[in-house]
């Protein structure tokens, strides 16, 4: 029989899969950046770019708590979710549509994210681990302000200009 697996190596795990992620998105959002066409999104991906840089530090402080070695596992999923964002940026550049398919594409990464912080951090609470949990609450706070912040700009703007034309 297999060796037993508890939620300890399943919180191990998945700490894992969104420290690979985080430093994925940490590279993407430049691109996405440079590659927006309206000062505020651009704005809003600088932004979001220097808080992921605390995500990936809090997960290190996370792996620390664990007295574990920060270390990523291969993500397939924010692989595949990134994939479809170059997509978009290649397919739609110059097009007045752009900024809603960046937006819609880093909603797509914020709900990945928000899916493991909410996981990690109930699971960092079930197994006694308070300071764990209040670190990976933080961090689920600001992606979801950020999912807020982009579901604001497309409405603001974004939408519409990509139905113009
Ligand atoms: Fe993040």
Known sequence: ????????DLFL???KDIYYAEKKILKALPKMARAASSADLKAAFEKHK???QGHVERLQQVFELL???AQGKTCPAIDGIIEEGEE???????TPALDAGLI???????HYEITRYGTLKRWAEV?????AAKLLEQTLGEESMTDEALTGLADASANEMAKAA
């Open 13 to 15: 795990d998945t700490l």
């Open 88 to 94: 978009i940026m290649e397919e739609f550049k110059g």
């Open 127 to 131: 197994l006694g681990m308070s300071d």
């Open 1 to 8: 029989m297999a060796k037993e697996k508890t939620l300890d």
């Open 50 to 52: 220097d808080e992921t």
């Open 67 to 69: 007295g574990k070695r």
């Open 104 to 110: 819609s594409a880093a909603q797509a990464v914020e």
